[in-house]
């Protein structure tokens, strides 16, 4: 192991976390101070990827903005806790000297790397928020946050079993295969999962919801928002007396969450 004294402060956790995380996959391996590893990880996926959807939520507003902080921590841990089960049982069979508590140590840490990023976008999310961008924007600009923020915590992930393989030998190298299906796994979860949760940004021209009722699926959603952005679509307030009516998407039902086809198809209140 690295001269280095263990990681024993949150400060030093996220230090190894953005610039050596070697260390900090060779002190799990170890099994040092796995439990405080622990506890700092969860601090940092519900404080940081909170802060992101608190202010992802903020285009809807305060009860918006506060549904959309809780969802999304509560996201990842309801990923973590469909998917790893299988995860951890598979790595066991095809030869992993890792225990349980090390493995659980080593996706935290991926999901709190991923939390980070997803806190140092918050900047490029508020300016558009303040700036009055587009409301398909919005939503497609944090999509794409959340994608790359995920990628780069799982290829974090898979460095790091990386490095144990090479300079510890109690992971088998054919086990970073199941890595990467596991990866593409818990990132159809983790997309199901989301579309269940919405909304998260919110609708503005919609009383406040905790969880909507929609169609359809995240990828049509997409599309749809794709399209209303490149038209030139934006949600505007819309008059009194009025509801938003913005017509599907060549038959489809569904908009990106919580759009205004959604409202168009919902029950008009007298």
């Excluded at 903020?58 to 996201?75: D, E, I, N, R, T």
């Amino acid at each position: 192991m690295a001269t280095d004294p263990p990681i024993t402060s949150y400060s030093e956790f996220l230090k190894a976390l953005l610039s050596d995380r070697e260390r900090f996959f060779e002190e799990v391996v170890e099994g040092v101070a796995l439990r405080s590893k622990l506890r700092y990880a969860v601090v940092t996926i519900i404080a940081l990827s909170g802060f992101f959807g608190l202010v992802a939520g903020a285009y809807s507003g305060p009860a918006q903005a506060v549904s959309a902080g809780v969802k999304l921590p509560f996201l990842f841990f309801a990923t973590f806790t469909v998917c790893f089960p299988a995860f951890f049982v598979v790595q066991v069979l095809v030869g992993s000297r890792l225990r349980l508590l090390q493995v659980v140590v080593l996706v935290f840490g991926a999901l709190a790397l991923t939390s980070v990023l997803l806190a140092a976008f918050v900047p490029v999310t508020a300016f558009f928020l303040i700036s009055g961008a587009n409301y398909y924007f919005q939503h497609l600009l944090n999509i794409a946050i959340a994608g790359v923020a995920g990628v780069f915590g799982m290829y974090a992930l898979h460095e790091g079993l990386g490095v144990v393989c090479e300079k510890r030998g109690v992971y088998p190298r054919k086990a970073l295969t199941i890595m990467r299906a596991w990866a593409l796994l818990f990132a159809f979860v983790g997309i199901q999962l989301a579309w269940s949760l919405r909304p998260f940004l919110g609708d503005r021209n919609e009383p406040f919801q905790v969880f909507g009722t929609y169609q359809g699926n995240f990828y049509a959603a997409i599309i749809y928002a794709v399209n209303k952005l490149m038209s030139g679509d934006e949600k505007a307030a819309p008059s009194p007396g009025k509801r938003d009516t913005v017509p599907r998407f060549r038959g489809l039902s569904i908009p990106p969450f919580d759009t205004a086809a959604d409202s168009a198809h919902r029950p008009r209140r007298p």
